[in-house]
T-cell receptor, first 115, second 114 residues
């Protein structure tokens, strides 16, 4: 079955880079996502990557995918206090019609920013 | 830009009551998904609809049912509520033909069962 693993906590200093890691087990995964959730709030889509890509960069965010090792990472450059949140990795298989379907989430990584 | 709209934002019900949650997807999105997130937990996929037909089913209890209407909005009906149903319920929408692109969540409905 599908399983997504993440470390529960990551502590970094303000201004440093944060790297949040995720591993998944389903080799059929086609879409991989990173979501940010602040306390009591909804899930904000940060970025996503298709399984045929190795890397995707969007401003301060860099996603790296190692499909062979089933390892996904999210790097946040110049981490700010506003980045403090829970970061969820999620995967989805490609639906037969071509779209994504129900996501499987990891348990989430709490990113803690030290001043 | 328009987002996924969920109503109500908060709902308090007593045990054994019924609740209905509503979701309005992003315009031109054809697929809606429902998730349940318990306190301190990761979101769990419940059910999805594509073009008003059930598309995929996750860990949705038999006491829950859902449907998607002709205007693409969706409703999650929850009966015989239990204390353990207290959670954040998220709806998400996407355009299926666009693959994983635009898989966007609403702000959620916080259901408290007392």
């Amino acid at each position: 079955g599908e399983d997504v693993e993440q470390s529960l906590f990551l502590s970094v200093r303000e201004g440093d880079s944060s790297v949040i890691n995720c591993t998944y087990t389903d080799s059929s995964s086609t879409y991989l996502y990173w979501y940010k959730q602040e306390p009591g709030a909804g899930l904000q889509l940060l970025t996503y990557i298709f399984s045929n890509m190795d890397m995707k960069q969007d401003q301060r965010l860099t996603v790296l995918l190692n499909k062979k090792d089933k390892h996904l990472s999210l790097r946040i450059a110049d981490t700010q206090t506003g980045d403090s949140a829970i970061y969820f990795c999620a995967e989805s298989m490609k639906y037969s019609g071509g779209g994504a379907d129900g996501l499987t989430f990891g348990k989430g990584t709490h990113l803690i920013i030290q001043p | 830009a328009a987002g996924v709209i969920q109503s109500p934002r908060h709902l308090i019900k007593e045990k054994r009551e019924t609740a209905t949650l509503k979701c309005y997807p992003i315009p031109r999105h054809d697929t809606v998904y429902w998730y349940q997130q318990g306190p301190g937990q990761d979101p769990q996929f419940l059910i999805s609809f594509y073009e008003k037909m059930q598309s995929d089913k996750g860990s949705i209890p038999d006491r829950f049912s859902a449907q998607q209407f002709s205007d693409y909005h969706s409703e999650l009906n929850m009966s015989s509520l239990e204390l353990g149903d207290s959670a954040l319920y998220f709806c998400a929408s996407s355009k299926r033909t666009g693959g994983g692109y635009g898989y966007t969540f609403g702000s959620g409905t916080r259901l408290t069962v007392v």
